[in-house]
């Protein structure tokens, strides 16, 4: 299951590498092995106390496996530690994320853009609403109330009025509401959410950029979780419209180490006005003194980052070309495949209540109990359960308002937890019958 037989390749990569630096006079650290290996095996024995995220069998929260490329070319990078916050401390890995970057920018048909790697979304979400409040300075950023609550904090964090949206029943930002909201002016930016990360509910950014023209303000797309799922070939005609949308956005935030198959910590930001740069203006000669070129600290908010994070991604990349149609659109495409299957199967079943319909690979159900506490209490048990047997799901705490229009139960509590399934693995369209035969026999 982890792969082992991928470490020879480890090995002859890295004995391509040393070649390169063959000329130097002979350098080798002292190392004392058999201490190595005592600490190695005891941080193994550690790590068999983790829930295992790499099986089909682990479908709760998103957490998927970086593919054995990025291992191996991250592990590789490792033996510089290269920084590319500056040309001088990673000169060929930041040439590699200038490259990796611009093929993600293309995936949503920009041509022109800035953007670079972050280390992870809520950084990536932070440079777009900083950028924001530099634009329109003391005007209010909106998002939905299923919106990530980093876009809250960050909103605090940079002293930027944040007010949330009401969503609707498919927990998508309700667009009257929104009006409503803009009509009264203030407004500096709308965040549209592109696959929220407690049901995977993509809002309508062709309606928020529509309002966009009438109201005049900057539409940041957090496409964190959602953004790669612009290449699959089975998302229903509603969420292909808005996905096809993107390249209209002022920003956008997604995050490689989520359905890019990098590991942590790995985000990005772009933003379609290179001009924007401006905005990042400052001096640090003592940093920059080898290259005139435009280094990547230059255009980021972070400083140091790491430089093997890029390698991994133009590396997975290399193999695995960000193409519709193509072997990486695929497995994403059976991602959604597996949560329309399950979904499916529970929706069929008496004993289960199911929310709406999956639009990317999320999907969220409860045993079907009279009362909203009733479910609550049936969901964490199914919960504990499935566990036992090797099945492993998350559990989301849902209001009322979400839920009320779908189930017909008594509602005796504002809100109430469910079972909610991530099938964020192309392997786990193999292991639908697997999963719902666990909750079959638990039910």
Known sequence: MLDLKSLDLLREAAARLDQGFAHLPVFDADADMDA??????????????????????????????????????YMLA?????????????????????????????????????????????????????????VAPGKTILASAQAHYTHSRISDVLGIPFEPIPTDAR?????????????????????????????????????????????????????????????ADNLGAETRAAFDRLIDADSIAIDPHKHGLQPYGCG????????????????????????????????????????????ALWTTMRLYPLARGGAFA???????????????????DSRFLVGIAPELDIIYFAPKRESASAVDAASRALFAAAAEHDLHLALATLPVELLRPHWDIVWDAPKTAVLRSVLMKPEHLDWIDSIYAVLDKLA
């Not at 941080?43 to 990025?70: C, F, I, S, T, W």
Request: aromatic share 10%; proline share 4%.
């Open 78 to 134: 490792l033996y510089f530690n290269p920084n590319n916050h500056a040309l001088d401390g990673g000169r060929a890995s930041s040439a590699m994320e200038k490259e990796a970057v611009a093929q993600i920018a293309a995936m949503f048909g920009w041509t022109t853009h800035l953007g670079h790697l972050t280390s992870g979304g809520t950084v990536a979400n932070l440079e777009a609403l900083w950028i924001a409040g530099r």
């Open 171 to 231: 927990a998508k930002m309700d667009m009257n509401a929104l009006e409503d909201r803009l009509k009264r002016g203030g407004v500096g930016a709308v965040v549209a959410t592109m696959g929220t990360t407690a049901v995977g509910a993509v809002d309508p950014l062709g309606d928020i950029l529509t309002l966009r023209d009438k109201y005049g303000f900057r539409v940041h797309a957090d496409a964190a979780y959602g953004g790669y799922f612009t290449l």
């Open 330 to 348: 695929a497995m994403l495409s059976r991602c959604r495949a597996a949560a329309c299957r399950l979904y499916g199967k529970l929706q069929a």
């Open 268 to 311: 990005c930001i772009l933003f379609r006005d290179p001009a924007v740069g401006r905005y990042y203006n400052h001096d640090s000669p003592y940093t920059y003194f080898t290259s005139d070129e435009l280094h990547l600290g230059e255009i980021s908010l972070e400083c140091s980052r790491a430089g093997a994070a890029a390698v």
């Open 36 to 73: 190595l290996r005592t600490v190695l095996m005891d941080a193994a024995e550690r790590m068999r106390d983790n829930y295992p995220y790499p099986h089909p069998l682990y479908a709760g929260q998103m957490l998927k496996p970086p593919h054995a490329v990025a291992r191996l070319a």
